[in-house]
């Protein structure tokens, strides 16, 4: 135990040894001060290409170039302008800049890795790129100064790791050089060339030598003293008494290395070496304890833990994430949350799942965020949106950047949609004339809507079915393209499954198919999803809900049996309200909307069927049967049901037929 213990002591004095043995070796730098133009005194380990040998460090090598100090940085040299010896920084510029020149590309990119010197942590800087036509970027500036009429010159103020990423496709790189920490906010093209004429900084941490090394010759001596202080105290009074055997040896070795040293100016180095063969005792004494008392208790409470963590379930989010390891969305920590959001600053929306803020990512792209709240599926909504959309990519389907699960944080980071959902366009217009819209447009948003819905039928590995198709859920991109969203009631199933088993009705009331309320309307599949989106196509055409309590006219109570009547008293010209004729597009979209919403779902196309009607021409569609049992028994019975329903359904239990 003894020699066991005194090996600690020589491996942690060596350690100290091999530390002053570098202290030493820096010892042998020489500064020797010289100067150079506007630099004074120029020392270590900085030294002059001039310099007699063993000045400094020749890897901290300066040319004098005409009175001017200059630093090579690879195959580019950089005019020194400072050197600061306390901070331990050297600031250069560009030696086209010196000059106050406007307008100039820097002559070479500083290479990305610098042996003895480096950067700043996440230094910006200034990326020249040479494009073939205009970008529309903000993040662009343009130089007009160096463009020509066929080539486009950009200055971007970025890292260079992130400028490498995001690099556009028709530009190529031309120089980066980095910029002052402290650059301006959104600069433009001349404030970059202002700020370029300041340099930048670059620093290294080579130490000043080692002026205090101490003198090593007596610690052998007094550490020989200290093992024989502690065998004879050992040996003596048994290991009972051996913290005390310890200290005392301890004792004896300061005292040695007092009387050895001509100063106590070096005793603290002593010091240094008894702390350290404390701390390698005590990890002893630990290590002892540990091994006979507290490792079979630690065995067996880990035992225990074992047995009872098998009984115990794991939460389904994230025995989810584990299991789908090539997920392409990124995941996010809920502090990258809180920083892409700045603190949740902006709220976009509020729902029954939670609250919408939008958020930035380091990139620069906007984003929006949904923070989900208590779920009332226990985390399947998140699995659904994560499952479903993060594996697929189209047009017409937003797209899920990343997601964040930690804890009870969950969120989702979808792409922004600056112009928000379709429901507040097609709802707010009084009146025909007042339409947001043009008709064809309109025709367009339901065509993509339509594709959407069908990739998802058809064009994935797995059938996915939405089951909440409605206005909210249809979002605009910044050109009003639509994109189909939020899958929280989604499911997959694979295409030959012709049957849907689901044990509780899903959907939003007024869009819901009757099938998920009543297995007699026929069975659950796609074809849900064309009902809800038939009931879409209505309301977009109609500019109002299909139950709409606040009508004078009973009869116009539900829009699809009240716009059925009206298709089908006259195919050629037809007045519905205020005296305004319907429109070629208008018809179409309803007579489409008229075939998806028919009770059963048998008598209901497909949604390639659908994309096909919306494409063709209004000749070729034929007037489907009507969907309802009878005009005033269906207006009843709707009424009475928006009278006593809440407007998002409850759960409904159902027997299959």
């Not at 690879?74 to 800049?97: C, E, L, M, R, W």
Request: glycine share 6%; hydrophobic share 40%; net charge negative.
């Amino acid at each position: 135990m003894v020699e066991r213990l005194f090996f600690l002591q020589l491996f942690c004095l060596l350690f100290l040894l091999t530390c002053v043995g570098v202290a030493e070796g820096r010892k042998n730098h020489v500064s020797c001060p010289s100067s150079c133009g506007h630099l004074h005194d120029i020392g270590y380990p900085f030294r002059l290409k001039s310099d007699p040998p063993g000045c400094g460090s020749p890897s901290y090598e300066l040319l004098c170039d005409g009175g001017k100090p200059m630093l090579e940085l690879g195959s580019a040299k950089y005019y020194v302008t400072n050197i600061s010896y306390a901070n331990q920084t050297i600031s250069v510029v560009d030696p086209v800049f010196v000059d106050d020149k406007y307008c100039l590309l820097p002559i070479q990119s500083p290479p990305a890795n610098l042996s003895h010197l480096y950067f700043n942590v996440g230094e910006h800087g200034a990326l020249f790129a040479n494009c073939t036509g205009p970008i529309d970027d903000d993040m662009y500036r343009s130089v007009p100064c160096l463009s020509s009429n066929n080539t486009f010159v950009y200055v971007v103020v970025d890292t260079w790791e992130f400028f490498v990423k995001s690099f556009e496709p028709s530009c190529g790189f031309l120089a980066w050089i980095p910029m002052p920490a402290d650059h301006v906010t959104n600069p433009t093209a001349t404030d970059v060339f202002e700020l370029l004429k300041e340099g930048f900084t670059l620093s290294w941490d080579v130490g000043p030598g080692s002026k205090y090394a101490i003198i090593l010759a007596d610690v052998p001596e007094c550490l020989e003293r200290a093992k024989s202080k502690f065998a004879n105290l050992t040996h003596s009074e048994g290991l009972l008494i051996l913290p005390y055997s310890l200290v005392k040896s301890e004792v004896n070795f300061l005292n040695c290395m007092n009387d050895r040293l001509s100063s106590n100016h070096y005793f603290r180095y002593a010091v240094a070496v008894v702390v350290v063969i404390e701390i390698a005792q005590l990890l002893l004494a630990l290590w002892m304890l540990g091994r006979f008392v507290f490792a079979p208790i630690s065995l067996l409470i880990l035992l225990a833990y074992k047995l009872w963590i098998s009984h115990v379930s794991i939460d389904i989010v994230e025995k989810f994430l584990r299991d789908q390891q090539m997920l392409s969305p990124t995941r996010y920590s809920y502090t990258d949350i809180i920083a892409i959001t700045g603190h949740f600053r902006e709220k976009l929306g509020q729902g029954g799942f939670g609250s919408v803020f939008r958020g930035t990512l380091l990139s620069g792209q906007h984003v929006a965020i949904k923070m989900l709240g208590n779920s009332q599926f226990n985390g399947e909504d998140f699995i659904n949106e994560v499952s479903t959309i993060g594996r697929i990519h189209h047009v017409n389907i937003v797209r899920l950047a990343g997601f964040c699960s930690e804890g009870s944080k969950r969120a989702l980071v979808y792409e922004y949609m600056p112009n928000g959902s379709l429901d507040k366009y097609i709802f707010s217009a009084k009146g025909t004339s007042n339409r947001p819209f043009s008709w064809d447009k309109l025709n367009e948003i339901a065509l993509g809507v339509a594709r959407g819905i069908d990739y998802l039928h058809r064009g994935c590995d797995m059938q996915i079915l939405h089951f909440d198709i409605k206005p909210h859920n249809i979002l605009l991109d910044r050109h009003f393209n639509p994109k189909v969203s939020d899958f929280g009631l989604a499911k997959l199933y694979p295409k030959d499954y012709s049957l849907v088993s689901i044990s509780a009705a899903r959907g939003t009331i007024g869009y819901i198919a009757p099938e998920l309320v009543s297995r007699n309307f026929g069975i659950v599949s796609d074809k849900s999803d064309v009902y809800s989106f038939g009931m879409l196509l209505l309301e977009m055409a109609g500019g109002r809900r299909n139950v709409d309590q606040m009508m004078e006219n009973t009869s116009q109570f539900y829009y699809p049996s009240w716009i059925y009547d009206r298709l089908t008293q006259n195919n050629e010209i037809i007045e519905i309200n205020n005296n305004i004729e319907i429109h070629e597009v208008e018809s179409k979209l309803c007579k489409v909307g008229l075939w998806c919403i028919q009770m059963k779902s048998s008598n209901r196309p497909s949604m390639n069927k659908i994309v096909e009607m919306l494409e063709g021409d209004m000749d070729n569609l034929q007037m489907p049967p009507r969907p309802f049992f009878s005009s005033s028994q269906q207006i009843s019975a709707r009424q009475s049901c928006m009278q006593s329903t809440s407007t998002e359904l409850s759960t409904i239990s159902e027997q299959e037929d």
